[in-house]
């Protein structure tokens, strides 16, 4: 698992240690650097994937998992050097893996520099299988597919986590693997007494938006998939099953997020703004399963807007579910050309140490106008 990223002159970042837990929460105003921090991983696992070994010798800017552009875009404005590196610190692993990339401006593959060739061995030695590298990788973008009459249908979808870049293949993955059965300590599972992937995905859907059910139907000679939602709320009528399209956006936006924190085992889930779309009791109970696959051994990074969000992470640090120590807050600014952080502590209780101005403290300001007295 991940402990510290550090990135140099990469995008708006000169230097920056960012320190991850189990939970790493990425808060901020537009622009400040956030989806720097999660296209870094991308970039550099999609490197992996594209050259097949442990330690690439050349960063892809451009694949399946993210395009970046070239080389000037993604070198530090302000950069003194032309050399732009990645490093990554695991808790179980003594060597970073520490990568250095040569700039070029008009490439959309930047070679790498040679005295980080020399250390390729001893790199690949202690990171070919490590889990952030070599495992699956989830990644739920902020720009998801929306409803949609049809969606694909691959057997290989979701191989080695890629569910696509607009989480396009994320139902036909969910096809597949929603006869598996979780652990039956799997805190994803809480109070469930079926264990099947489908079952729990079922539960947190209601969980979300209580009285959803969801029907996928396969069309096999369409190599397509057709989902359906019904509603059966307590005291109201039940419905029938409704296409996506004619449901909104919020239940098609929340079904990758859900799917990709219920797929992850034991390896990484990047998920951008899980709370789009989605009314205030839903981003908080996604923020519950957030934390529920964190315990569940998936190192879980989280860039959101939502205090609805943060404040499910609270109260669930605060009801004991997960130790303060197992979640990171960072809440990203900018000053001049250069992004900056603070990284406000939780305490037993929910607490945060400090709070940054700006961060979640909007609702506060208005509330206040709303009292002032009418000039």
């Given at each position: ?30 622009g400040m650097g956030k989806s720097t921090v999660i296209q870094a991983l ?334």
């Amino acid at each position: 698992m991940l402990r510290q990223v550090k990135l140099s002159n990469f995008k708006c970042f000169e230097n920056l240690e960012l320190n991850c837990a189990p939970l790493t929460l990425l808060c901020g105003l537009n622009g400040m650097g956030k989806s720097t921090v999660i296209q870094a991983l991308l970039v550099l696992r999609q490197s992996i994937e594209t050259i097949m070994y442990p330690v690439p010798h050349e960063l892809i800017l451009q694949g399946d998992r993210t395009d970046l552009g070239t080389g000037a875009d993604v070198l530090f404005e302000g950069a003194k050097t032309n050399n732009i590196s990645i490093e990554l610190h695991d808790e179980e692993i003594p060597e970073p893996y520490s990568l250095q990339f040569e700039y070029s401006w008009r490439a959309d593959r930047l070679l790498m520099l040679e005295e980080s060739r020399t250390s390729r061995g001893k790199i690949a030695i202690g990171w070919n299988r490590a889990p952030p590298i070599g495992g699956d990788l989830f990644y739920v973008s902020a720009e998801r597919v929306g409803p949609r009459k049809f969606y694909p249908l691959l057997e290989t979808a979701g191989r080695r986590g890629n569910i696509g870049v607009r989480s396009e293949m994320a139902l036909a993955h969910w096809h597949t693997k929603r006869g598996l059965v979780l652990h039956e300590d799997d805190p994803r599972c809480v109070g469930q007494s079926t264990k099947t992937m489908s079952a729990v995905l079922e539960s947190w859907l209601d969980a979300v938006s209580p009285g959803v059910h969801l029907q996928l139907e396969a069309i096999q000679d369409a190599d397509a998939l057709l989902a359906r939602f019904s509603f059966d709320r307590p005291g109201d009528v039940n419905t029938r099953p409704y296409r996506a399209t004619n449901v909104g956006f919020g239940l098609s936006y929340t079904l990758p997020v859900l799917i990709a924190l219920l797929s992850s085992r034991g390896t990484m889930c990047l998920i951008e703004n899980p709370e789009a779309h989605l009314h205030p009791r839903g981003q908080t109970k996604l923020a519950e399963l957030a934390v529920a696959a964190s315990i569940a051994g998936v190192q879980v990074f989280i860039e959101t807007h939502s205090d609805h969000f943060i404040d499910g992470v609270r109260i669930s640090v605060r009801n004991g579910l997960i130790p303060p120590e197992k979640v990171a807050i960072h809440y990203f600014e900018r000053e001049g050309d250069k992004s900056v952080i603070s990284s406000p502590v939780l305490d037993r209780d929910g607490r945060l140490s400090s709070w940054p101005t700006g961060f979640f403290d909007q609702h506060e300001k208005n509330l206040a106008k709303l009292l002032q007295p009418r000039i």
